[in-house]
């Protein structure tokens, strides 16, 4: 058996792992690039083979990272299942959708204003590139191994979002874990992630590698920026990821309201993805901590803004509110027209609630930049910016030991990816002082061979 590793590799975008054995190819995960123009690009590369050959996709879960790429996958010829659960199936239905809707989208503004360095500017994909894809996506239950060819696949809870997972893969005598995004063991709203299951081989994940999350409360720290926002009288805007941060973020601000630690203002959920996730999150109810009634609680408090015209009107608003809308980093969506229109005053404040990755927005802000480009302009930033960091899904590296250290036993090498040089080079450091563990950090397009 052999991986070749096509993305996640010394980034921490576009997961992609090539997996070899007998004649049979899957590849685990198909994410976009994300972040500097360098890495987006690559998303416009052809696949390195023709993808008719490959004979399955098998999904961790459903962040766009791990997913984003597969409507061009299908594009250039893939015809085989996509394998994930059935929670990630219902938000990679939403996201894929999103997706290919925002890239129309850009097109289309980048034709209509001409800031596009390409004539005429065309989107990645299109909604109906993810409709066609999402037409082959197959469910799996969680602990219920499937038969592909000659191996067998078997999904266990990873505790990051709804319906991730890692993936134990058993190809002849050859086990192998991929990781993919390994969840906290005391969220806010996931459950903890399954033990982690033995193995000959661990694909592990390197986010917050080099990094351990804040001992401090982070729902005490935005009752507090919360309430400085409001005594200044300003908007609070707070971009967040449509799963999990945009979840995690609505039900902290209606458990401080249900006590009476912050004043009544107005909450907005201005993300249509994000309003659609929220409500899946009362039809999987097993896979959170939510009771029903908290669930409830926490959609019944926020206004959703559904409709362009709705968001535009929002941001002629200068009442005192919260304002929650995406992207995560910045990198798109409603969020940048509520930067633009609230960003140029001191009273309001950005608050970064999750992980930046190089070349966004989000990581100039908070690096100290003083302006954005957004469609093609300047705006000038003297809003405050804050970040609170201990709402990552993310395992630290210290969680992440802990998780390496919940098998009964430990596998013969640690493949280290989805990490930025220095978080993954951390890892491998640790992971070899530590618990003694062959642990190595592949390349881009590298490929290693398990014997």
């Not at 023709?50 to 399955?56: F, G, K, R, S």
């Not at 894929?96 to 289309?108: F, M, N, P, V, Y």
């Not at 986010?207 to 200044?232: F, W």
């Amino acid at each position: 058996m052999n991986i070749q590793f096509l993305g996640a590799a010394g980034t921490v975008t576009g997961s992609r792992y090539l997996v070899r054995h007998n004649g049979t190819t899957l590849l685990i995960d198909c994410g976009l690039f994300q972040g500097v123009k360098a890495l987006r690009n690559r998303n416009w590369t052809r696949f390195p083979f023709p993808p008719v050959e490959i004979d399955a996709v098998v999904l961790t879960h459903a962040h766009l990272d791990h997913i984003g790429y597969l409507p061009r996958l299908v594009n250039e010829g893939f015809k085989g299942s996509i394998y994930c659960t059935e929670a990630t199936k219902a938000l990679a239905e939403i996201l894929l959708k999103d997706s290919a809707h925002i890239q129309e989208e850009d097109a289309r503004r980048a034709n209509k204003y001409g800031y596009s360095k390409h004539t005429p500017a065309e989107p990645l994909y299109t909604i109906n590139d993810a409709k066609k894809t999402i037409a082959q996506f197959k469910t799996v239950s969680f602990s219920q191994p499937l038969t592909i060819n000659e191996g067998a696949i078997t999904f266990y809870p990873a505790g990051h979002i709804l319906g991730s997972a890692f993936i134990k893969l058993q190809l002849g005598e050859c086990s192998v874990v991929f990781s993919g995004d390994v969840g906290r063991p005391n969220d806010l709203t996931m459950k903890p992630p399954h033990q982690l299951v033995p193995s000959d081989y661990l694909v592990v994940e390197s986010t917050y590698g080099d990094r351990l999350h804040a001992s401090n409360d982070p729902v005490s720290e935005l009752q507090t920026v919360i309430l400085q926002t409001a005594k200044k009288g300003g908007t609070l805007m707070v971009p967040a990821f449509s799963v999990g941060r945009v979840q995690g973020l609505s039900y902290a601000i209606s458990e401080l309201k249900e006590k009476g630690l912050i004043p009544d203002i107005p909450v907005y959920l201005d993300s249509p993805m994000g309003i659609d996730v929220t409500k899946l999150y009362c039809d999987f109810n097993s896979e959170h901590r939510l009771s029903k009634e908290q669930c409830h609680r926490m959609c019944k408090g926020i206004t959703f803004v559904k409709t362009p015209q709705e968001s535009e009107k929002l941001t002629m608003n200068p009442h005192p509110k919260i304002i929650i809308a995406g992207a995560g980093m910045l990198n798109g969506g409603r969020i940048l027209h509520h930067l633009i229109a609230f960003g140029g005053n001191h009273r309001n404040t950005l608050l970064v609630t999750g992980y930046q990755a190089n070349g966004t927005r989000g990581r100039a802000l908070l690096d100290g930049a003083k302006q954005i480009k957004a469609y093609g302009k300047y705006t000038n930033i003297t809003c405050g910016v804050r970040q609170i960091s201990g709402l990552s899904a993310h395992a630290d590296y210290n969680e992440l030991v802990e998780w390496l250290q919940s098998s009964e036993n430990s596998p013969t090498k640690v493949i280290i990816t989805h990490g930025e040089p220095a978080a993954s080079d951390n890892l491998r450091r640790v992971l070899t002082e530590t618990l003694s563990l062959n642990a190595v950090i592949p390349e881009m397009g590298e490929t290693i061979e398990l014997r």
